[in-house]
């Protein structure tokens, strides 16, 4: 039985983007980086100002807080112009945010502190060199990276990249990612109920946090406790990019998973990991005609089905879409609000509700940490991660948080 982070190293370790593909910019929200973008221009392109108001050289009102000063008003520089003005001493230009600083003027003052008669301006201000200007390059220089290699594609990146000029950039591609989940007892959502049997949970769970992840989910639907259902479901799973299975991954009589993928000759990494819930996890690899397939078998319970989601296969499909580096789950440190008690040496995560009082981050867990409450997941907005070493967490003890 391995640990929670030896598990977490062998999967990323294990998974490789799958390809390189060029989309249209308003396409690649989302998707992650596959090359280096180098700016070939410098972002501002030109001196520009940050505001509407008054273009001055900052000389001619360096001591305007002793004497009013009055400059002439020589022009007016709107946005989306070229200046083809030189400003000479004493004299000052109005200007609107975003267009080009006319040569000469080192400063721009706000137009709420000008008072304009009879085509000059009034000036009561001292002002610095290069105030209100917005410089050449002060952004991005020409050959300056703008966006690095693995990097996830936000809207920030988006802009960033169209304001260099890139209308299309290469990306890794998605991963197609199938799932399906096991057993005889589950019913679908909209059926009636009877007696012995359960909703299946896991498939919307499965499809949420694959969607979340921001992989394409390919829903394979449930197959029953039955070897022959079994093996269709896997192959056809191991045709996509990634496969998550749930159920059937422990040492019950109806446990098949395991099995199936061994005589696929698909590669065990690991079976069972130090960690509650979700003991049975296991990952394996499958490689076919220059394809690595990863497989994540995940156990049944359903909070069980979720934490290892997060834990192991969040990573995994990070990596697998080309992410660098993997991203963890954000950590926080919190106060116990009560005293939390354990009875194994696993590492555990239990569902917990963060809060802020007066600055103070306090934690507490949902209730029943049993792993087929899946309502707990619901109510938890963090994971309180208890170390494999300790029994016992006391009232006021200091704990790390996942956030969720």
């Known amino acids: ?42 972002i501002p392109p030109f001196d520009n100002s940050s505001m509407d108001g008054f273009a001055v050289r900052a000389e001619d009102v360096q001591h305007a807080d002793q004497d009013t000063v009055h400059l002439n ?3 007016e520089v709107p ?15 109005q200007i609107m945010t975003g267009a080009p600083v006319p040569d000469g003027a080192t400063a721009v003052i706000e137009q709420e502190l000008i008072n304009v008669r009879n085509g000059s301006i009034q000036v009561a201000v001292p002002v610095k060199k290069g105030r209100n ?27 960033v990249l169209a304001s260099i000029g890139v209308s299309s950039v290469e990306v890794y591609k998605r991963p197609q990612v199938a799932f399906f989940t096991t057993g005889n007892e589950l019913v679908e959502v909209a059926s009636p109920l009877p007696p012995g049997k359960i909703r299946n949970s896991n498939t919307y769970s499965l499809f949420g946090l694959i969607r979340e992840t921001h992989c394409t989910p390919i829903n394979l639907g449930v197959a029953r406790d039955d070897e022959a259902a079994l093996r269709e479901k896997v192959v056809q799973g191991l045709a996509h990019d990634a496969l998550i299975t749930s159920g059937g991954v422990s040492v019950g009589k109806y446990d098949f998973i395991l099995k199936i993928l061994a005589e696929l000759q698909v590669e065990q990494k690991f079976w069972k990991v130090n960690v509650k819930p979700g003991g049975p996890v296991a990952f394996s690899t499958y490689e076919k005609a220059e394809r690595r397939v990863p497989v994540f078998s995940l156990p049944g319970n359903p909070v069980s089905t979720v934490v290892t989601f997060l834990q192991f296969v969040k990573p995994g499909l990070e990596k697998l879409m080309g992410i660098q580096p993997v991203r963890p789950l954000l950590t926080l440190r919190a106060f116990l609000e009560h005293e939390i008690k354990k009875t194994d040496k696993k590492k555990n995560f239990s569902r917990g509700i963060l809060r802020n009082e007066m600055g103070r981050l306090l934690v507490k867990t ?17 994971l309180v991660l208890i170390p494999e070493d300790k029994e016992v967490l006391k009232a006021g003890e200091e704990v790390e948080v996942e956030l969720l």
């Open 79 to 93: 946005a989306g112009e070229p200046s083809r003005w030189i400003l000479a001493p004493n004299t000052a230009a």
């Open 366 to 382: 949902t209730g029943s940490q049993s792993s087929g409450v899946l309502s707990s997941m619901v109510a938890a907005n963090c």
């Open 73 to 75: 008003l020589m022009a």
């Open 133 to 159: 200007i917005r410089k050449r390059g002060e952004d991005i220089r020409a050959g300056d990276m703008a966006v690095r290699k693995g990097s996830f594609l936000q809207a920030s990146h988006l802009g």
């Open 1 to 42: 039985m391995i640990s929670v982070d030896e598990a977490r190293k062998t999967v990323v370790h294990s998974v490789f983007p799958i390809g390189v593909e060029r989309v249209p910019l308003l396409e690649a929200h989302h998707r992650v980086a596959a090359v280096d973008v180098i700016s070939d221009n410098d």
